[in-house]
Every structure is written in structure tokens, then in C-alpha cells.
């Protein structure tokens, strides 16, 4: 197990290492931005997190599925803030949906200020190659504003020959080919992600959010976040870079709505790790995404916070990844507990209802840190969403084997073999999308 703990964290860290390692300037500008947080919030101190490196520490984080206890049980999804059940689409609609938005706004993401700049779209280059043998067209974008202060890096690849508008898959991520210094990428397996999108005939985008809102504490002076803040401190319920890559995704959307060659109607977001996290808050607050694959996304994901297996409320409550969230989150570390968190994932994930969803983690033995089946619990929970609004949720009550896609609705879960990856389980994910997008072959 202890082979497995370490594998499992040295790849969550690896991803988190593409970014340049920060300056010990930068690290203090985030360790002082994080006092200052606390010092507005009155917190006088927090509790540490699970110990993924030390197993005999009194915080050691647990991989053991036997003592993975609830904090409390979860809140009722279908009951409103008032103690109403929630029993038809129209109230899911009007009361419930609406309430749990504000909550995430509130208490956990952060809302979105009206200062939020505006985004201008400017074509800096395109380029014509072959991907998967197939003709393509690549636009490379820069979403610019504060007089180029923030400049979004977004990359549009689609089939040069289409003969209509394609759907198209957005990753948040690495733009392609990057990758860090030093490390060499594994050789190739396979077509890649990008390969398998473009020989189904559909496009794919890279939006990087590290150039929508930079990725620590130092950062939130900077971004779009620093923009619309203009110096001042982050309000308690101000939005951390979670909900500012959300934003982001969505004004690239914005961007691909505007182009005839995209069928806007069919566009996907994916994302790993805290890009998965990203993503699931892309699908929860902007409808028109209309299918999402949320990858390896653990806590502050789609993984049930109040189950105890893997990462915990305190380590995204810590300086390195406090700045993903509202500053109000961090209450939820001390003096309040994780039980007391007014919402979970299954809440989060019910708010893609009843657009179609792919939740995808790596084995358990190499990845407990994202606590796969904490996502699929979060899942099972989040049903009665799709259930309420007419569709299948999750189908099966059981926790599917690994490799097994469990996708009979449109909630689908799947494990697979690797790592934290999401490598795997593309195949699993284009062929859900197809068939929830009408795109069987021979149609
Ligand atoms: C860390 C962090 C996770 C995050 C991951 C990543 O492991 O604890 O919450 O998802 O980094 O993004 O790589």
C-alpha cells in the first residue's frame, strides 16, 4: 500500500508540475495572501489536511474502503433550502436549481462579479496540417482584455473538408504538443484523445486556463480575477480560479457559438484533475455545454466530500489550493466542519441534469488520493435530478468493476486501468457522446 499511496500522489503531483515550479517570492506573496485571507475571514486557525506521505501521522489520509465513514449524511438533493420536496421538473427549475447555484456561489466556487472583463476574441494565426491523416484547419486565438493584461490562449482544430457544422470537444488544458521541461512523454499508444476526436469528423478546442486566471494564491492579483478586482482584496464570496476557468470556458464557447463551422449545439467540455473539477463546474453552470467528461476530478470535484478516502475539505482549504475557491470555503476547515458544508458533489453534479455526463477516474490502487468511488457515490446521489427532469441518471447500484463503463443513461461512470490519466477512457467517453449526441455510425 505504501508503493501504491506514493504512485498515487506522485502522478496527481505530476500533473500539477506542468506549471513552472513557483519562485520563493511567488510561494510568499501566496503564503501572505492566504494569512490575509484568513485574517479577514477571523479564522484564527485551520486543521491540516490528510498526510498522503506518512501513514503513521494522526492525519494520514485513508485508503482503506472499511473505515471510509460519512462526515454526516448527505444533504437531501430533492428538498429545498425551506424543508419542501422538491417533485416536479418546474420546481427543479425555479426553486431547487436556483438554490443550489447561489450555495455553490456562496459558500464554495464563488460568484462572478459584474466586474467581470469583457473578452475579445483575436485570431493570431492559422495553420493547415494532417491529424490522423485527415485534413484539419487549426485557429489559434487570444481572448484579450485589460489592454492585454489577461490574453487566453485558445487553439479551434476542426476538419478542413466538413461538409456541415461539427460538434466539438473543448479540453481545458495543456495547449498541444506541451510538455515540461525534462519530462518524456511516454511513447505513443494509440491515437491520442485529439486523433480520436478528429477521425469521428468532429473538431476539438485547448483552452489553457492558467492564461485565464493563474494557478496559486500569488495569482489572484493577477487574471481575470485580479482584473475585476482592481486591488482590492477578494471578498468572502469572491470567485477562486475553479469558477474563473468555468467563466473562461465559457467565453471560449461564446467564441466557437460564433463560428458556422461548430455545430454549437454539441459541444463537450473535458478536463483533468483540477481541469476536471474545472470542467464539472463549467457543465453545472452554463447549460450550453451540452455534454461533459470530468476526469480523475476528486475533492472539490465530483467526489463526495464528506466521504473520508483520499484528499479532504482541509487540504483544499491550505494555502496551495485554497485560491481554486471562495474564500468562505475555507470556514469549512475550522472553525466549521466538513459535516456542515450546506452542499456536496452529488448537488454539483445534479446541476448538469439532464444534459448527458461522464465521470472517469483512474484504479483506486494507483489513484486513491481522487477516491473513484467517492464519485460514484456522488453520481448515484446526483440521479434523481435526471430522474425528476424525465431521464435516465445513473443505472446500477453497484460499483462497477474496473474497465467496466457503466453509461446505460446519461450518467455515466467509468474506472479504468490506469493512473491519473484520462488516456484511458476516451474511447469510452466519444462513443457515450456519440450515441447521446444521435452520432451512431452509419446515421
Ligand atoms: C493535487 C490536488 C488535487 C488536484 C491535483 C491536480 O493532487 O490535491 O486536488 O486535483 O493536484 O490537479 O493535479
Redesign the pocket.
Known amino acids: 500500500m505504501r508503493r501504491a499511496l506514493f504512485l498515487g ?1 506522485a502522478a ?2 505530476a ?2 508540475a506542468a506549471a513552472q515550479p513557483p519562485s520563493p517570492e511567488r510561494k510568499a506573496a501566496t503564503e501572505a495572501d492566504y494569512r490575509a485571507t484568513l485574517a479577514r475571514l477571523g479564522i484564527v486557525s485551520v486543521r491540516p489536511g490528510a498526510d498522503g506521505y506518512n501513514r503513521n501521522a494522526p492525519n494520514a489520509v485513508n485508503y482503506d474502503e472499511a473505515k471510509a465513514g460519512m462526515a454526516s449524511p448527505l444533504p437531501e438533493l430533492l428538498r429545498s433550502a425551506g424543508g419542501r420536496p422538491v417533485t416536479s421538473a418546474a420546481a427543479w427549475r425555479r426553486v431547487r436549481r436556483p438554490e443550489l447555484v447561489a450555495l455553490f456561489d456562496h459558500e464554495v466556487y464563488g460568484r462572478v462579479p459584474a466586474t467581470a472583463p469583457k473578452i475579445h476574441w483575436v485570431l493570431a494565426a492559422t495553420d493547415r496540417r494532417a491529424k490522423a491523416g485527415i485534413p484539419v484547419v487549426t485557429d489559434h486565438y487570444r481572448g484579450r482584455a485589460g489592454g492585454g493584461r489577461v490574453a487566453i490562449e485558445l487553439d479551434v482544430t476542426l476538419p478542413a473538408a466538413a461538409r456541415g457544422p461539427v460538434p466539438v470537444v473543448m479540453e481545458l488544458g495543456f495547449p498541444e504538443g506541451f510538455h515540461s521541461p525534462g519530462f518524456n512523454p511516454p511513447p505513443k499508444a494509440g491515437p491520442d484523445w485529439m486523433e480520436q476526436v478528429v477521425a469521428r469528423g468532429w473538431g476539438y478546442a485547448i483552452l489553457v486556463p492558467s492564461t485565464i486566471q493563474p494557478d496559486d494564491g500569488a495569482g489572484l492579483n493577477e487574471g481575470v480575477i485580479g482584473l475585476a478586482s482592481a486591488g482590492r482584496p477578494r471578498a468572502a464570496d469572491a470567485w477562486g480560479a475553479l469558477r474563473a476557468w468555468a467563466w473562461g470556458a465559457s467565453r471560449a464557447l461564446d467564441r466557437l457559438t460564433a463560428d458556422r463551422r461548430v455545430d454549437g449545439s454539441r459541444v463537450a467540455i473535458e478536463g483533468l ?5 474545472a470542467a464539472l463546474v463549467t457543465m453545472a453552470y452554463d447549460r450550453r455545454f451540452s455534454i461533459g467528461f470530468i476526469g ?6 465530483a467526489k463526495l466530500l464528506r466521504r473520508d478516502f483520499g ?1 479532504r475539505v482541509e ?2 482549504a491550505a494555502s496551495g ?1 485554497y485560491h481554486w475557491f471562495a474564500p468562505n470555503f475555507i470556514r469549512y476547515a475550522g472553525p466549521r466542519r466538513t459535516a456542515d458544508l450546506p452542499v456536496d458533489a452529488h448537488d454539483l453534479i445534479a446541476l448538469a441534469a439532464p444534459r448527458p455526463l461522464f465521470i472517469g477516474a483512474g484504479n483506486v490502487r494507483e489513484d486513491g ?2 477516491d473513484p468511488r467517492g464519485s460514484f457515490e456522488a453520481a448515484r446521489a446526483a440521479s434523481p435530478a435526471w430522474h425528476l427532469l424525465g431521464a435516465l441518471g445513473l443505472v446500477g447500484e453497484s460499483f462497477p468493476a474496473i474497465g467496466e463503463t457503466r453509461d446505460a443513461g446519461r450518467l455515466a461512470f467509468r474506472e479504468h486501468e490506469g493512473g ?1 490519466t484520462n488516456g484511458p477512457n476516451w474511447p469510452a467517453f466519444l462513443a457515450f457522446a456519440a450515441r447521446m449526441w444521435g452520432l451512431l455510425p452509419g446515421h
Do not use: D, I, P, T
Request: aromatic share 8%; proline share 0%; net charge neutral.
Open positions: 500522489m496527481a503531483l500533473a500539477a484533475s483540477r481541469y476536471g473539477k480523475s476530478s476528486g475533492a472539490g470535484g484528499e487540504n483544499l489550493e488520493w481522487v491519473h
